[in-house]
C-alpha cells in the first residue's frame, strides 16, 4: 500500500513537479500514471522511494514513512521496492545473472556483497525470476549482447529477485519498439497478477494505458486530474488530462 | 563490429544457460599474484624498508627546506640551456619524421616494400628511451648540449612519425581521390590532399613533444648531455639540497608555464 | 584557422590586413626564438674523435659481447634485463593500486563540491611534472640504491598519468545502474562495488597494461642513476668505452621492448 498525504514538491529551480497529492495505492493494484512529459510523472514516481526528495507532506509505503526514513531504515524500505528504468539501467559489461543478483544486495552485510559471496538460494531465485520472463537461457551471456526488449525484461528480473512487494517502472517501454513493448506490458502485468505485486507504470501512450491498468491517474501541472478506471478514462477525459484533444502519436496502435 | 554467427551460439553447452568455466580467470589471478610476489622477492621491496625508509626522506626534504634562492641567478643559464636544446632537438626530430610518416602510411600508395621496412626501423627507435640515447652520444660527441639535442631529436623523431602517420591514415580519402580523378601527382596529392588535412595534427603532435622534451631536458644532464640536469646532479652530489630544491623548483615552474603555453595553443589548432 | 563569416568589404580588407600583421608577427617571434636557440648550443664543444667512436660503436653493435649474456657469479645481461622487467612490473602494480583513491578524487561525478575533485585533479598534475628521474634520485636517498628505490620511482610517478586516465574513465561511466542500485536499497560501498567497478575495472586494467609500455622504457634508464636494473652496467660500460659491451645490452633492451610490448598489446586486446 502506498499512501500519499499532503505531497508537494517544489524544484530548487522553482518549478513545481508535484502540487499537494492525497491519494492512497492499494495492494496488487496496477496503476498507470499518464500525463504530458513535465507533468510531473516521473517527479511521483521517483518520490515514492525517494530518488527525488520531497518538499512537505509524507509518503507511507506499507505503513512506513519514506520521508521520514534515514539511513539503513531507508535502503530496507527501498529493497521492498523495485524499479525498471527507460534506459534499462543495466550493468552492459557484466553477464545477465550479475545484474539479476545485484538486486540482492540489499538483503546480506556490505562485507558478505563486497566479497560477492551470494547464497546458492539467490541464485535460484535470480534464475527463477528470469524464467518467469522467458528468457533463462541467457543468464550467463553478457547484458550488452541482449536486445532492448531482453534487457528490459532482465531489469524486470532484478525487481523480481529482489522481491519486492511493490514495483514502479518508469516509462519502461519508451526506448522498445511496438511489438517488444506488448511483450514487456505483458510480462509486467502477469508479475502484477500472478505475484500481486503493487505496480505503478509511467506510460505516455494512452491506449497502452486503457489496455493493462486497473486504475488510471492523470497528471497536470503536478496535480492530479484524473483518478478513475480504464473505462471511465474516455478520450474527453485524456483530453482534460492533457489540456488539448489526443494525438496519434500518443497511441502505440495494433492491439 | 560485425561478426559471423560465434561458434558459442552454436554450441548449445557454451551458451547462457550455465555458468562458464571460470578457470581461465583464477588461473589468470593466480598467476599476477604470483608474479608480484616473485617480483618483490626479487627486488627485496618490502613495505617494512619503505617504513625504515621515510624518516629519512623525511630529513632530505627537511634538508631542501628553505631552498637557496642566491643560487637563481646561477642556474638561470643551465635552465635557459635547457629550453634550447628542448626547442632544437623537437623541431629537427620533426623535420625527419614528415617524410617518414609519408612512407609508412598506407594510404598514400607507397609500396609495402618500402613502408614495412620503414615502419620497422621507427619501432625500433621508439623502443630507445631519450635517457639512454643521451648517454650513448655522450659517450660519441662528449659531454654538453649537442649530444642531448642528438638525443631529443632522435627520441622526438620516433614519437611524432608514429603519430603523424597514424593521423595521415585516418585522413578523409575524399580530396585524395577527387585530386587523383583530375589527374595530380604524387606530390601535388601529397601538398594539397593530404598536408592541409594533417598539418593541425602534426602541429598538435610537435608541441605535445615539446612538452615531453622540457621534461626530458631537464635530467639529461645526469649523463652529462647538458642543461640544468648537470647542475642538479653535482648539487645532488654536494649534499647541498637547499640548492636542488630550488633547481627542482624552478624546472617546475618552467614546465607548467610551457604545458599551458603549449595546451593553449594545440587547443587553438585543433 | 578562424574564418571571418561576414564578408563587408570595408572590414574585410581591413581584418586581411591584420592576419598578414598577426602571421608576420607570429614568424618574427618563431625566427627569433629558434636564433637565440641555436645561439645556445656550442657546437665547438664536440669531440674530435667522434668519428672513431662512432665506427667503434658501430663494431660494437656488429660484434655484441655475448659472454656478458650470463655469467654464472652474476651481474650479467639476463639478471639486469630481469631487475628492469621486474622494476617495471612493480612500479606498474603499485601505481595501479594507489592510484585508485586518487582518481575517485578527481572525478566529478563522485563528489558534490567542485572544490574536491578540483584539489584531486591538482594533486595528480603536480605528481605528473616531477620527472621519474628525480623521483628516483630522491628515492635512492631515502632507502639507497637499488631496484627498490626504483619500484617507488616509477610507482609515485605513474600515479600521475594514470591517475588522470582512471578519473577520466570513472567520469564517463554510465549513471544508470547507480541509480538502479540506490533503488534497490544498496549502500554506497555496495553501489560502488556492483554499479561503478564492474564498469571501470577493464578500463583500468588496460590503461595499466599501457603504462607498463611506458615504464619498461623509463625502467632501463633508472639505473643510469643508481636505481637498479640493466642501466647500471649499461653506464659502466660506457664509462670504460667497452663498446661491445654497449652493443650487447641495447640489443638486449630493444629485444625486452619489444616482447614486453607484444605480450601486453595481446593482453589489452583480451581484456575489452
Partial sequence: MIEFDNVTKVYANGTVGLRNINLTIREGELVVIVGLSGAGKSTFLRSINRLTDITSGDIRVNGQSVTRASGSQLRRIRRDIGMIFQSFNLVKR????????????????????????FPKQDVELSL??????????????????LSGGQQQRVSIARALAQEARVILADEPVASLDPLTTRQVMEDLKRINRDMNITTVINLHFIDLAREYATRIIGLRAGEVVFDGTPEEATDEAFAEIYGRPVQQDELLGGA | MKTTVSPASLNPAASGMEPPRKYKQIAGWIILVAVIVACSVRTEATPYQLIVGLPQMGSLLQEMFPPDWSYLPTIWGPMMETLQIAILGTTLGALLAVPV???????????????????????????????LFAAIFVAVFGIGPFAGMLALVFFSFGIIAKLTFEAIEAIDPGPLEAMTAVGANRLQIIMYGVVPQALPYFMSYLLYTFEVNVRAAAVLGLVGAGGIGLLLDRSLGLFRYDRAAIIILLTLAIVLVIDYGSTMIRRKLL | MKSNTTPVTGKASGSAFRARIRFALTALIVIAVYYWSIQGIRFEGIQGTAGTVSKSILQGFLHPDWSFVYIPEGEDLLRGLLDTLVISILGTVVAAVVCIPFAFWA????????????????????????????????????????????????????????????????????????????????????VLRYAVLPQVIPQFLSYSLYRFEINIRSATTLGLVGAGGIGTPLIFALQVRN????????????ALVVLTDLVSGWLRKRIT
Avoid at chain 3, 584531486?120 to 632507502?143: H, Q, Y
Avoid at chain 3, 663498446?243 to 630493444?254: A, E, K, S
Wanted: some cysteine; glycine content about 10%; aromatic content about 6%.
Fill in chain 1, 94 to 117: 557484466s553477464t545477465v545473472i550479475r545484474n539479476v543478483l545485484s538486486g540482492r544486495v540489499g538483503y546480506h552485510s556490505t562485507l558478505r556483497t563486497l566479497l560477492g559471496w
Fill in chain 1, 128 to 145: 527463477d525470476a528470469l524464467q518467469r520472463v522467458n528468457i533463462r537461457e541467457k543468464a550467463y551471456v553478457r547484458s550488452d549482447q
Fill in chain 2, 101 to 131: 610518416a609519408l612512407l609508412c602510411a598506407s594510404n598514400l600508395g607507397v609500396s609495402r616494400w618500402v613502408s614495412l621496412p620503414t615502419r620497422m626501423v621507427l619501432n625500433l627507435v621508439r623502443t630507445i628511451p631519450d635517457l
Fill in chain 3, 107 to 190: 572525478s566529478t561525478n563522485m563528489s558534490r563540491r567542485l572544490a574536491v575533485s578540483g584539489s584531486g585533479k591538482i594533486a595528480l598534475s603536480v605528481i605528473r611534472v616531477f620527472p621519474e628521474i628525480i623521483v628516483a634520485i630522491l628515492f635512492i636517498k631515502a632507502v639507497g640504491p637499488g631496484s627498490f628505490a626504483g619500484v617507488l620511482a616509477l610507482g609515485i610517478h605513474s600515479v600521475g598519468m594514470l591517475g588522470k586516465l582512471y578519473s577520466e574513465t570513472i567520469e564517463n561511466i554510465d549513471r544508470g545502474p547507480q541509480e538502479a542500485l540506490i533503488a534497490s536499497g544498496a549502500n554506497r560501498l555496495q
Fill in chain 3, 243 to 254: 663498446w661491445n659491451r654497449v652493443g650487447i645490452i641495447l640489443l638486449g633492451i630493444i
